[in-house]
């Protein structure tokens, strides 16, 4: 439960005016450390990172593995880890809770795509998050990621409407993936409150600027990977011209 609130603190203290929380994506333990290390005071696993690093599609991890490799990266740090495990894997919410618990992990991220790449209907989720949040009560922060950007140009208005559900059933954090920067101010002035997760990728403002913005958390999902993989092909370039 310290780590819970340790969690919870750094996003309120954010929302109270502060700089946005940057959460680092370790995909394994070896990265964890670094960024534990780096002086980051938690961590948000990627599920397409630690897809990757386990040799899976993005989406097609077995769940028995994905909680097996949040689990080491738990171990590996002191800091508080959040999770990111898609859309649940199928569990009913009183055993996705307890897996997650038992993971170490304090946090989780469920998105609301369905298994077939489109949007749940968004009162059937909001029910699965309350079922959730009823399950875990204060023991874990809930995020509720938003996929109406990523399944088709949605809208403003639409992600506004979801977040507001979402935040209504009990979720901590809401998580519009892949929402531009320009649309965080007017997220806010559709009434979308409390934390609000960006998803930073090359090119966006700085992270001051998000935070002006509206942003209270920044997250990379599998960017930092694809960026420390870029590195190893240039290593390995190299290693084949010496």
Same mark, same amino acid.
């Given at each position: 439960?310290? +780590? #819970?609130? *340790?969690?919870? %603190?750094?996003?309120?203290?954010?929302?109270?005016?502060? $700089?946005?929380?940057? &959460?680092?994506? @370790?995909?394994?333990?070896?990265?964890?450390?670094?960024?534990?290390?780096?002086?980051?005071?938690?961590?948000?696993?990627?599920?397409?990172?630690?897809?990757?690093?386990?040799?899976?599609?993005?989406?097609?991890?077995?769940?028995?593995?994905?909680?097996?490799?949040?689990?080491?990266?738990?171990?590996?740090?002191?800091?508080?880890?959040?999770?990111?495990?898609?859309?649940?894997?199928?569990?009913?919410?009183?055993?996705?809770?307890? +897996? #997650?618990? *038992?993971?170490? %992990?304090?946090?989780?991220?469920?998105?609301?795509?369905? $298994?077939?790449?489109? &949007?749940?209907? @968004?009162?059937?989720?909001?029910?699965?998050?309350?079922?959730?949040?009823?399950?875990?009560?204060?023991?874990?922060?809930?995020?509720?990621?938003?996929?109406?950007?990523?399944?088709?140009?949605?809208?403003?208005?639409?992600?506004?409407?979801?977040?507001?559900?979402?935040?209504?059933?009990?979720?901590?954090?809401?998580?519009?993936?892949?929402?531009?920067?320009?649309?965080?101010?007017?997220?806010?002035?559709?009434?979308?409150?409390?934390?609000?997760?960006?998803?930073?990728?090359?090119?966006?403002?700085?992270?001051?600027?998000?935070?002006?913005?509206?942003?209270?958390?920044?997250?990379?999902?599998?960017?930092?990977?694809?960026?420390?993989?870029?590195?190893?092909?240039?290593?390995?370039?190299?290693?084949?011209?010496?």
């Amino acid at each position: 439960m310290s +780590r #819970v609130r *340790e969690l919870r %603190a750094l996003h309120t203290a954010v929302h109270a005016g502060g $700089r946005p929380l940057v &959460l680092p994506g @370790p995909w394994d333990a070896a990265s964890a450390r670094v960024f534990e290390e780096a002086g980051f005071p938690a961590l948000a696993t990627p599920s397409a990172g630690i897809a990757a690093a386990l040799g899976h599609e993005d989406g097609h991890t077995p769940a028995d593995e994905m909680f097996a490799a949040v689990a080491r990266i738990v171990r590996a740090v002191s800091v508080p880890v959040t999770a990111d495990l898609e859309g649940g894997y199928g569990l009913a919410p009183e055993e996705l809770v307890e +897996r #997650v618990l *038992e993971s170490g %992990a304090v946090g989780l991220n469920l998105e609301d795509s369905d $298994r077939t790449g489109g &949007l749940r209907d @968004p009162e059937a989720h909001a029910e699965r998050l309350a079922a959730v949040r009823a399950a875990a009560g204060p023991a874990l922060f809930l995020n509720a990621r938003i996929d109406t950007y990523l399944r088709g140009g949605g809208s403003v208005d639409e992600a506004a409407a979801r977040a507001r559900r979402y935040r209504a059933a009990g979720a901590d954090c809401v998580f519009p993936i892949l929402a531009p920067a320009a649309d965080l101010p007017r997220l806010r002035a559709a009434g979308v409150e409390g934390p609000l997760n960006f998803l930073a990728r090359p090119g966006d403002p700085d992270f001051a600027e998000l935070g002006r913005l509206g942003a209270t958390r920044i997250t990379f999902g599998q960017g930092l990977l694809l960026r420390t993989l870029a590195g190893v092909r240039e290593l390995a370039d190299g290693l084949l011209r010496a």
